[in-house]
Each structure stands twice: as C-alpha cells, then as structure tokens.
C-alpha cells in the first residue's frame, strides 16, 4: 500500500510540474531561438528534462509493477535516479532493467563469448557495437538517436579503458602514493571525461538533432576550447567563459563524489540486506 501511496504522489507532482514547468517547450523550438540562451539556461533546460524523463519512467515501471506485486510476482526494481549516475554504464544496467537483462542474455553474452578467449577483447566490442545497433534499430535510426548511441559507445569504451589502466602496476604505485582519500579525488575528477559523454548523448535523446548539437557545442566543445586556450595560455577568450567552465568541472567534481558515495552505500546496504536474509533462510 506505501508503493501505491507513492506512485500516486509522484503522479500527482507529475502533473503539477509540467502544469507549470514548460520546459519540454524549450525543446521544440527552433534551433536559433534555442541558441540565444545562455550556458546556465540551457543546462537548466537540459536538466529539469532529464529529471521529468526519469519521473516519466517512474510512473511508467512503478504502475505495472505495483499490480505484478499485488498478483504475487517479483518485477524488476525501477528505474534509477538519474542525479546519481556516474558511470553510464550503470546507467544502462539500472534505469531499464528488464531491457539490460534481454540485451544482456540475448545479444552481449552470445557475442562475446568465453572471457577467456583470447580474442574476448574484440568480441567484447563487436557485442557492444551489435548491442547498441539493435537500440538503434528498436528506437529508430533518426539522427538525434544515432548521436545518442554514438556518445554512449564512446563513454563505455572510456569506462572500459578506465578499468584497465585501473589493474597496471603503474596505476597501483599511484594508488599507493594517493592513499584512499587521494585516489577517490582522482577518480572523481576522471570521471568527469565519461560523464560528460553519457549526459550529452542522454541530450540527443529527448531533443532533436539540432538542439543536441547546440547543447553539446554550447556546454562541450566551447567550455573545452576555453580551458585550452587556458591551459595553453592563449588570448581572445572571455572571462564569463572562464568562470563558466570552472563552475562547471567543480560541480562535476563534487557530483562524482556524491555517485561514488552512493554507490558505495547501497552496494553495503545491499550486502547487509543478503546477510540478512541468509540468517532468516
């Protein structure tokens, strides 16, 4: 009855937002229009959409699921808050579950293959390639959504690469010279690099081609340029620009530190509530 309860608040704050909240307009307008926003504007647009994406999807899983409950059924958990996402990767195994499950057992594994072969490593990614192609395909091949699949390919391959320089000798010296505390910064502020792809592709997503491309130029392309131009003591660049993207790599910083506390946290929750059921078994 408390699920119930709670998909109905939610429902009911769904329908009061977006009463009051256009921001889904923003969206559609046109391209010039939309580029006459500031950075801040449109990383708010950019934001409140995903966030009412992810609302959208809980009403969505959280009805059918409350009457699979009410039948005796066990369904997959829904979908996870998207504020809390780190690693895309996640991202994909925890927003649709039972969509991760059928990709997972009817196309990754079969790919892939034996991860002890030899050659696990190109089948690992002509599975991610076949994959991402049958997304393509069951969501339709507009251009916005190739973007989309594109952005998240590279932000995978980016965790993947992450991983394995994780497990060099080169990386445990570092790690030994960090400490714990001086290794989740840098881990923090790495993770920036495969944020930063997953969230624009997620902008692909809910917008058209044209708006995901202002949006990445806008929030990507310009910010990176300018802490080039920074970096390399270059010029001809705004202060306003500078600020911005300093802002932007702080509070991306700090919402790693947050995902990897989270994560950390319900992984021990998770392991506690086993062991629990292990002694009630």
């Excluded at 979908?79 to 059928?102: A, E, K, T, V």
């Excluded at 390639?129 to 049958?134: H, K, R």
């Excluded at 690469?161 to 840098?186: D, H, M, Q």
């Excluded at 929030?219 to 660049?237: E, H, S, W, Y």
């Amino acid at each position: 009855m408390i699920r119930l309860v709670r998909i109905i608040a939610w429902f009911i704050a769904f329908e009061i937002i977006l009463h009051f909240i256009h921001v889904h307009a923003v969206l559609v307008i046109g391209p010039a229009l939309f580029d006459t926003l500031n950075e801040y504007e449109i990383a708010s647009v950019s934001y409140v959409n995903g966030k009412l994406f992810y609302m959208k999807y809980l009403l969505i899983f959280g009805i059918p699921s409350w009457f699979a409950l009410a039948d005796g059924m066990k369904p997959p958990a829904g979908p996870i808050c998207i504020s809390r996402i780190g690693n895309y990767s996640q991202m994909w195994r925890s927003f649709d579950r039972g969509l991760y499950i059928f990709l997972k057992k009817q196309l990754y594994i079969p790919v892939s293959g034996d991860p002890s072969s030899k050659y696990f490593l190109l089948r690992r990614f002509g599975a991610l390639g076949t994959v991402f192609l049958f997304v393509l395909a069951w969501h339709g091949t507009s251009s916005n959504y190739f973007y989309w699949v594109l952005l998240n390919s590279l932000e995978i391959c980016m965790e993947w690469f992450g991983v394995a320089i994780s497990k060099t000798a080169f990386y445990s010296k570092i790690r030994n010279f960090l400490g714990p505390r001086g290794e989740r910064r840098l881990i923090a502020f790495s993770m920036i690099t495969t944020v930063v792809p997953g969230i624009m592709g997620v902008f692909f997503f809910l917008s058209r081609r044209e708006i995901g491309i202002i949006i990445f130029k806008r929030l990507c392309i310009n910010l990176i340029g300018t802490i080039m131009q920074f970096t390399l003591n270059l010029p001809n660049r705004l202060l306003y620009y500078y600020a911005v993207s300093a802002h932007f790599i702080v509070l991306g910083y700090c919402f790693n530190h947050v995902c990897l506390e989270l994560e950390k946290y319900y992984a021990v929750k998770q392991v506690s509530g086993d062991e629990v059921k292990q002694k009630i078994l």
